[in-house]
């Protein structure tokens, strides 16, 4: 069934109006106080699971930076990898008896390993975002998290109060640029990690201080040209959707007018011609207090998917897909008869999310695995979903093929680990032949990067971080991107292990 066209608001002005409304915030303003953060220890919990499960040290907290340090190194660095690989994750999770709820309400912490000379050189900083900065000075908890509510908390004027900048970090220009997703980028020092300033999306251009703290996600799609595509999810079920230079000016924006109440929507895709916003099956509880709690599935409600051009950010059409959920979209493209062709890590409801929680916070839960899915949008509006029954997570392309066929795709999958992922994996998404690493029961598995060193797929590499459990080390793992299967080509060590992170990008020097 086909759903009626949106009203779109195109203008500043419009956006302008839209931006400053009174934003029902994903965090609540000053709380009352709360018997979860008085009565209920999780980090109690938490170190007793701990104790049963050494698996669980990948979510322990982090009490400072890393200092630079060299890894060892076993077999050989490819030379032509020059540059860094760069990762954001949630670090800060516990402050004095509070330990957040949950995982996503972390401080982020930027990752640098830097290929240098036949070295990698790691080194970690916290994002000395205002929060983290405040918090730390007073070695406390000040600002209630989604989930978790601090007595006596300070107020939160609008969520750039407690933007935690920890789920990505792209290069924009000179700078690069730290993700959240339910408020402004943060913009970082590229040589000392450093934080500079939030980032206010429609300075120096036309749009002036109007777009100033909305919604900025952490999965932007960078086009053939180095322009940056995005969207952000408004509380007020807009959707606001970004084209920007590669330098970061702001060209073009639209707020579309879903109506979403799901409450999250993560990532999203671009085609040559297409933005692609995919909205899951979700809604949210109106009787729970948490923002991550209050978020559940509807196993009635169709997954949307709303079809805009990439040249004016207007809806031309819409699809219904079958109830389900997703974090992340490996690819889009369009075919030469008009089918737009996506991936998808699909899962059959929205468990995963509760699973994270479950975790900093010591319960038992249970194996919630997405399944890579090939969906096709005929412009006759029928649907056609395929099924390539392989548990998926992290998808991941070569960069430049962003919006266009990829023969491939790299991501993590799960064989024996129930906690997090074990393999990396790549798949012919023509053949659905798949070739994958499986590093065993003892890894805990990160998103893994592939890096096209001549513009092309021959001679490519693949690169990922892994949490090795029984040593407590983190390691650094380079494959041939054509032999994957093969195991690492070289393996990077760290003495101690860093907490799992969420996603990160190479960046060539
Ligand atoms: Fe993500």
């Known amino acids: 069934m086909k759903l009626s066209r949106r009203h779109f608001l195109k203008s500043a002005t419009a956006v302008g109006a839209v931006a400053s409304m009174p934003l029902a915030l994903p965090v609540g303003a000053k709380s009352a106080k709360s018997a979860e953060s008085t009565i209920v220890n999780y980090k109690s919990f938490f170190n007793k699971a701990l104790a049963n499960d050494p698996r669980l040290i990948g979510f322990s907290d982090v009490n400072h ?170 509380s007020s079920g807009h959707i606001a959707v970004y084209h920007l230079k590669a330098n970061g000016l702001m060209k073009n924006v639209a707020l579309i007018n879903a109506n979403y109440r799901g409450g999250m929507m993560h990532d999203f895709l671009i085609t040559e011609r297409h933005v692609l916003l995919v909205l899951p099956s979700l809604t949210q509880a109106p009787m729970t207090s948490g923002y991550f709690e209050k978020i559940q599935f509807d196993k009635n409600l169709p997954m949307r998917v709303l079809v805009l051009d990439k040249n004016t950010l207007s809806e031309i059409k819409s699809y219904e897909l079958p109830p389900g959920f997703v974090f992340h979209f490996g690819n889009a493209w369009l075919e030469k008869n008009g089918t737009i062709c996506f991936d998808a ?103 893994h990067v592939p890096i096209a060193i001549k513009g092309g797929e021959k001679g490519a590499f693949v690169m990922g971080t892994a949490l090795h459990v029984p040593s407590k080390r983190t390691c650094l793992n380079v494959f041939e991107a054509d032999n994957l299967a093969a195991g690492p080509i070289a393996r990077a060590w760290l003495p101690y292990h860093l907490p799992l992170g969420f996603h990160g990008n190479f960046v060539a020097s």
Do not use: C
């Not at 319960?363 to 919630?368: F, G, I, R």
């Open 65 to 234: 930076d890393f200092s630079l340090k060299s890894m060892v190194i076993e077999g050989k660095l490819p030379e032509q990898l020059q540059g860094s690989l760069l990762r954001n994750g949630p670090a800060k999770l516990e402050r004095g008896d509070i330990r957040y709820r949950h995982l996503f309400e972390g401080d982020g912490m930027i990752q640098q390993f830097r290929f240098i000379d036949g070295k990698v050189l790691h080194r970690g900083r916290f994002v000395q975002t205002q929060k983290y900065r405040e918090e730390q000075k007073a070695q406390r908890f000040l600002y209630s998290g989604p989930d978790t509510k601090i007595d006596d908390s300070l107020s939160v004027v609008n969520n750039d109060t407690v933007n935690t900048a920890n789920t990505n970090i792209i290069p924009v220009g000179d700078e690069l640029w730290a993700l959240w997703e339910a408020g402004s980028p943060t913009r970082i020092d590229k040589q000392t990690l450093g934080y500079k300033e939030l980032v206010e999306l429609g300075a120096g251009s036309r749009y002036g201080d109007k777009l100033k703290g909305l919604p900025f996600s952490a999965h932007p799609k960078i086009d053939s040209n180095g322009d940056i595509f995005n969207f952000g999810l408004h």
């Open 345 to 447: 890590s699909l899962y059959q409801d929205a468990d995963v999310l509760h699973k994270l929680s479950k975790i900093m916070t010591g319960q038992e839960h249970q194996e919630s695995r997405a399944k890579l899915v090939f969906v096709s949008l005929k412009t006759n509006g029928q649907v056609e979903i395929n099924n390539a029954d392989i548990t998926s997570e992290f998808p991941r392309i070569l960069p430049h093929l962003t919006g266009h066929k990829n023969q491939h795709l790299y991501h993590l999958s799960a064989k024996e680990n129930a906690l997090w992922s074990d393999s990396v994996s790549r798949v012919d998404v023509t053949t659905g032949k798949q070739e994958s690493y499986n590093y065993g029961s003892d890894y805990l598995v990160e998103e």
